[in-house]
């Protein structure tokens, strides 16, 4: 039995396309969540804001 040679993959460096792919979709994935959280608060700031309007709730603390 002769000794086999064994294939090593070639390392090459970082793909500068594949870098910047990834870059772009994770910082469009982290926006998104962002925008999707800022427009929670924002509709719960409008609806407490609605209901102060209305009368339904107040901010003053009753006296008892």
């Known amino acids: 039995m002769g000794g086999g040679r064994v294939a090593h993959p ?3 460096g970082p793909s ?5 792919v990834i870059g772009a979709v ?3 994935a982290a926006g998104g969540l962002w925008k999707m959280h800022h427009w929670n ?3 719960k700031t409008r609806a407490f804001y609605d ?3 209305k009368g ?9």
């Open 41 to 43: 608060e924002q509709r």
């Open 10 to 12: 070639v390392l090459k």
């Open 26 to 28: 994770l910082g469009l």
């Open 51 to 53: 209901l102060l309007e």
């Open 56 to 64: 339904e709730i107040s901010v003053v603390v009753e006296e008892q």
């Open 16 to 20: 500068v396309v594949k870098e910047l």
